[in-house]
């Protein structure tokens, strides 16, 4: 049941004495990795994001000290996916829905006397769900601190190791994503029918773009026919190792870091 998350630091395999006896309970760090089902093109199975997430957590949970107490809460599968909701197999929840589930989650949490929960998100279509849920249940609980972070966030080689181009637009089902699938789930990878497709119709000579500073809402059957963004054909498992390898040592830095925080007061 735990996949890729090591037995002593999955929370369900607590029982509900060990959680009560529980020291520094208010310093240690719950973590809640959030993905998505939904496609990633003809090569990839639905739960990329979910699958990283997951992966990304259980190998820096392994890399921590045994001295900072975190524990992992079973994946999110689902989230908000809208933008591939023409590509069969997506299951999508509604950001409202979203942000109920997340609320509900940290109402358990936060009444079970943990006071820091981070928001491990692996999905690009959700982080500003993320970022109102971590503010609303602050709000509501304001000795609880909450952090909605994002997998690729931490400090990573992928600059290193993929092109320029792929970096601005390879955002899904590209090189990265399929290098760490070929590291991650190999044998549910189909690199046969992985293709290399970049968004079509970008406006040129704009300040608007498809990420960045000055978005422009878009579904991705409008960039897209086959439902990748990026050169998938150019992934390797060697990069997806590498890829992994600095991404979860990140995120031992991350959840070090959350251990140590202090929420801000003012006097």
């Given at each position: 049941m735990h996949n890729f998350i090591p037995e002593s630091r999955f929370f369900p395999y607590l029982t509900w004495r060990e959680i009560q006896s529980m020291l520094d309970k208010e310093n240690t760090v719950i973590i809640q990795p959030l993905g998505a089902i939904e496609q990633h093109g003809p090569h990839l199975p639905l739960i990329v994001d979910a699958a990283i997430s997951a992966a990304v957590t259980g190998k820096a949970l392994a890399k921590l000290e045994a001295n900072i107490p975190a524990y992992a809460l079973p994946p999110l599968y689902y989230g908000k996916s809208n933008e591939h909701c023409h590509f069969p197999g997506t299951i999508m929840l509604s950001a409202q829905t979203l942000l109920a589930v997340i609320g509900e989650i940290a109402d358990s949490i936060y009444q079970a006397g943990f006071r820091k929960l981070v928001l491990m998100n692996g999905h690009g279509g959700q982080p500003q769900v993320m970022e109102i849920a971590a503010r609303d249940i602050h709000q509501k609980y304001q000795d609880f601190s909450v952090f909605p972070l994002f997998v690729w966030r931490v400090p990573n080689v992928a600059a290193e190791l993929l092109t320029a181009k792929e970096l601005e637009f390879g955002i899904h089902a590209g090189d990265a994503e399929t290098s760490l699938m070929l590291a991650i789930l190999p044998e549910q990878v189909k690199m046969e029918l992985a293709v290399c497709e970049y968004p079509q119709g970008l406006p040129t000579d704009s300040l608007l773009s498809m990420e960045g500073n000055l978005p422009f809402a878009w579904l991705t059957r409008e960039l897209t026919?086959?439902?990748?963004?990026?050169?998938?054909?150019?992934?390797?498992?060697?990069?997806?190792?590498?890829i992994l390898e600095s991404l979860s040592d990140g995120w031992a830095q991350v959840i070090k870091d959350v251990y140590k925080f202090r929420q801000p007061r003012s006097n």
């Open positions: 026919e086959s439902g990748v963004l990026g050169d998938a054909t150019a992934a390797t498992k060697e990069k997806g190792a590498r």
